[in-house]
Nanobody, 127 residues
Framework: QVQVVESGGGSVQSGGSLRLSCAVS????????MGWFRQAPGKEREGVAV???????TYADSVKGRFTVSQDNAKMTLYLQMNSLKPEDTAMYYC?????????????????????WGQGTQVTVSS
């Protein structure tokens, strides 16, 4: 059974940085589409950044130039480096995995097709 565990959240001031990690176990990591999603109170969950099985990366417009998604296949770990954080980045951040070809290329940032989810890690950015 695939397990996904996030870590690295916390509280920072506006302009600060955080790095989130996502450890995957119980599966063949390199075969998954891996992504970061977030959900703020009272808002719908939204896609933040995704790495496809061909290592191509997709970012939400709101984080382009500030966030960087990367992976370490040997460690079966996904990362999200978040720089220049803003108060509107405050949310619960989730890591998720989808089966290869399980997500259409035009909907990589949509959470509907991701099969495996972590419990989330809170990120709070104060002004």
């Amino acid at each position: 059974q695939v397990q996904v565990v996030e870590s690295g959240g916390g509280s920072v001031q506006s302009g600060g940085s955080l790095r989130l990690s996502c450890a995957v176990s119980g599966g063949v990591y390199k075969r998954y589409i891996m992504g970061w999603f977030r959900q703020a109170p009272g808002k719908e969950r939204e896609g933040v950044a995704v790495i496809d099985t061909d290592t191509s990366k997709t970012y939400a417009d709101s984080v382009k130039g500030r966030f960087t998604v990367s992976q370490d296949n040997a460690k079966m770990t996904l990362y999200l480096q978040m720089n220049s954080l803003k108060p509107e980045d405050t949310a619960m951040y989730y890591c998720a995995a989808a089966d290869p070809h399980g997500v259409a290329p035009w909907s990589l940032l949509s959470s509907d097709d991701y099969k495996y989810w972590g419990q989330g890690t809170q990120v709070t950015v104060s002004s």
